[in-house]
C-alpha cells in the first residue's frame, strides 16, 4: 500500500510591500494609493467617520447614497460608471459609511469625478429614496426572521449593554419615518473629508493618482463630526442566556470571550491560540463537534474588532437534541486550550494557516484594497503585513498557552442560545445557569 506523504512546508519569505504613495489633503481627507498592476483596473474604498450617527438615518442614507446629485439621477451615475468599466456601492457598520468599488484604470479620473458629485451635491430624491427606503424594510423583515441574525442580536446586547455597538440593524418602524430631508441633513452633518480616509490599488502610478483624487475632491470641504465612542465595556460572565424559539430544530449557539486589538502585543499569540481552539477547519472544536460526533456542519469562531474595542465570538448551528452536549463539548474544548498547552505540530500547523491567509488576503487587488482600508481605519498601514508575519513567526508555544489561558477560559465567556427552550433549557441547566429571554 502506498502512503501518502505531505511535503515540507516551505519557509515563510519576507513580505515584499508595493509602491504607495499616502497624503492627507488640505479638506482633511488621507489619500493612500498602491501600485498593483496585475491587471488594468483600480480598486476604490473610501471609509468616513460615522459613529454615534442616528441608526436608521445612518443605515437608510448609506442604501440611497447613490439615489442621485443636483446633476445626475442614479440611473445617470450608473450609466456613467459603466461606460468607464466602474461601479460603487455604499454599506455600513458601527465606525464608518463604506463606500467600495473599482474601475477600468483610464477611468478612474471620471470614477473619482461622479464620486465627488455624490459626495458634494447629493438629492436624495422622494421617490428613490421611497424604492431603497422599502427595500430595506423588506431585507430587515427578512433578517428578523433569521435564526442566525436573531442569535447575533441577542448576543450584541449581552456583550455590548448601553454601548451604541450593542444594536446594530435598526427596526423596521424607524426606517419608514426617514425622510429625504433627514438624510439631507445628515449627509451635510457628517459625510465630511476630515478623518475619512480614501484607498486606491491597481495599475496607477500612486503620486499621480493622489494628484487625481486632490482635484476630483478639492470641492468636498468641512470639518469632521466627532463620532468616535466610548471604549467597549468588559464582558461580564454570568448565567447563559436562553432566547425562546418555540419549535426550532435548530440551536443557534453564541459566545464572546475577550480579545485584544491587532496592536496589543498578546495579539499574535491569541490569534494562533483561537485558530487550535476553532478559527478554522482543523481545529479542536471543529474536529470534536463537525468531524467526531456530527453535532453541527460549520462550527467557526473570529476576532471581531470595532474601533473602540475587540471581541473573540464562537458561533455554531446545532441540532435541538444536542443542544446540550454541543456545549459541553465547546467548555470542554475552551478548558483544554485554557489550561494545556498546544502541540508542537498543531501549533505550527495554525502558525502557517495564519502566515498563508495573511498572504492571500494580499494577493489580489480586491484583497489588498480591503487590507489597506480596514488597517487604514485603526491607524494602520500596509507595514503591519510584514510586522504582523514576523510576529506569527516568532511567538512561543508558552506564549500561545498564557493568552489561551488569558482570554479563553470558559469562565471568562458570555453565552447566549436561541433554541426550543422548552426541550433545551433542561440539558442546559444542568451544564451551567440560565436565564430565559423570550
Given at each position: 500500500m502506498t502512503t501518502n506523504v505531505l511535503p515540507d512546508l516551505i519557509p515563510d519569505a519576507k513580505i515584499k510591500l508595493p509602491r504607495q504613495a499616502e497624503r492627507t489633503l488640505a479638506s482633511g481627507l488621507t489619500v493612500i494609493a498602491i501600485r498593483r498592476p496585475a491587471v488594468p483596473l483600480v480598486e476604490l474604498r473610501l471609509r468616513v467617520p460615522f459613529g454615534r450617527a442616528p441608526l436608521s438615518r445612518a443605515t437608510l442614507l448609506s442604501q440611497a447614497l447613490f439615489t442621485g446629485t443636483g446633476s445626475m439621477s442614479s440611473v445617470d451615475i450608473a450609466a456613467e460608471l459603466q461606460a468607464v468599466g466602474g461601479g460603487l456601492s455604499a454599506g455600513l457598520d458601527p465606525d464608518w459609511l463604506l463606500v467600495s468599488g473599482n474601475t477600468l484604470a483610464g477611468g478612474l479620473e471620471r470614477t473619482l469625478e461622479i464620486l465627488?458629485?455624490?459626495?458634494?451635491?447629493?438629492?436624495?430624491?422622494?421617490?428613490?429614496?421611497?424604492?431603497?427606503?422599502?427595500?430595506?424594510?423588506?431585507?430587515?423583515?427578512?433578517?428578523?426572521?433569521?435564526?442566525?441574525?436573531?442569535?447575533?442580536?441577542?448576543?450584541?446586547?449581552?456583550?455590548?449593554?448601553?454601548?451604541?455597538y450593542a444594536v446594530q440593524t435598526p427596526e423596521p418602524d424607524q426606517v419608514r419615518a426617514v425622510r429625504p430631508a433627514q438624510l439631507r441633513a445628515l449627509h451635510a452633518d457628517r459625510v465630511r473629508p476630515e478623518g475619512a480616509v480614501l484607498v486606491l490599488v491597481g495599475d496607477i502610478n500612486p503620486d499621480l493618482a493622489i494628484d487625481a483624487a486632490d482635484k476630483a475632491l478639492g470641492s468636498w470641504t468641512g470639518p469632521g463630526k466627532d463620532g468616535k465612542l466610548a471604549s467597549v465595556p468588559a464582558l461580564e460572565p454570568g448565567p447563559l442566556r436562553l432566547v425562546d424559539r418555540p419549535g426550532a430544530v435548530q440551536s443557534s449557539l453564541r459566545m464572546a470571550l475577550p480579545a485584544?486589538?491587532?496592536?496589543?502585543?498578546?495579539?499574535?499569540?491569541?490569534?494562533?491560540?483561537?485558530?487550535?481552539?476553532?478559527?478554522?477547519?482543523?481545529?479542536?472544536?471543529?474536529?470534536?463537534?463537525?468531524?467526531?460526533?456530527?453535532?453541527?456542519?460549520?462550527?467557526?469562531?473570529?476576532?471581531?474588532?470595532?474601533?473602540?474595542?475587540?471581541?473573540?465570538?464562537?458561533?455554531?448551528?446545532?441540532?435541538?437534541?444536542?443542544?446540550?452536549?454541543?456545549?459541553?463539548?465547546?467548555?470542554?474544548?475552551?478548558?483544554?486550550?485554557?489550561?494545556?498547552?498546544?502541540?508542537?505540530?498543531?501549533?505550527?500547523?495554525?502558525?502557517?494557516?495564519?502566515?498563508?491567509?495573511?498572504?492571500?488576503?494580499?494577493?489580489?487587488?480586491?484583497?489588498?484594497?480591503?487590507?489597506?482600508?480596514?488597517?487604514?481605519?485603526?491607524?494602520?498601514?500596509?507595514?503591519?503585513?510584514?510586522?504582523?508575519?514576523?510576529?506569527?513567526?516568532?511567538?512561543?508555544?508558552?506564549?500561545?498557552?498564557?493568552a489561551a489561558a488569558?482570554?479563553?477560559?470558559?469562565?471568562?465567556?458570555?453565552?447566549?442560545?436561541?433554541?426550543?427552550?422548552?426541550?433545551?433549557?433542561?440539558?442546559?441547566?444542568?451544564?451551567?445557569?440560565?436565564?430565559?429571554?423570550?
Open positions: 465627488a458629485g455624490v459626495l458634494v451635491d447629493p438629492e436624495y430624491p422622494a421617490d428613490e429614496v421611497a424604492t431603497e427606503r422599502d427595500r430595506l424594510v423588506d431585507n430587515i423583515q427578512v433578517a428578523l426572521r433569521q435564526p442566525a441574525h436573531m442569535a447575533r442580536a441577542a448576543l450584541l446586547k449581552r456583550i455590548y449593554g448601553r454601548h451604541p485584544v486589538p491587532r496592536t496589543d502585543p498578546d495579539y499574535a499569540a491569541l490569534q494562533l491560540a483561537n485558530l487550535v481552539f476553532g478559527g478554522y477547519f482543523s481545529s479542536r472544536w471543529v474536529e470534536n463537534i463537525r468531524e467526531d460526533k456530527g453535532y453541527t456542519y460549520g462550527p467557526h469562531t473570529s476576532i471581531e474588532h470595532f474601533v473602540a474595542g475587540s471581541t473573540l465570538v464562537v458561533a455554531a448551528e446545532v441540532a435541538t437534541e444536542v443542544t446540550g452536549p454541543s456545549l459541553l463539548e465547546t467548555f470542554y474544548e475552551l478548558g483544554r486550550i485554557a489550561t494545556l498547552p498546544p502541540g508542537e505540530e498543531e501549533l505550527e500547523q495554525a502558525r502557517r494557516y495564519a502566515l498563508g491567509t495573511l498572504r492571500l488576503g494580499m494577493s489580489t487587488q480586491a484583497g489588498l484594497a480591503g487590507l489597506a482600508s480596514v488597517y487604514a481605519s485603526f491607524g494602520l498601514r500596509l507595514d503591519y503585513l510584514p510586522e504582523h508575519s514576523a510576529a506569527l513567526s516568532a511567538v512561543t508555544r508558552d506564549e500561545v498557552t498564557a488569558r482570554y479563553l477560559a470558559p469562565a471568562s465567556a458570555v453565552t447566549v442560545l436561541l433554541g426550543d427552550a422548552d426541550v433545551v433549557a433542561g440539558p442546559l441547566s444542568a451544564l451551567t445557569a440560565v436565564e430565559r429571554s423570550d
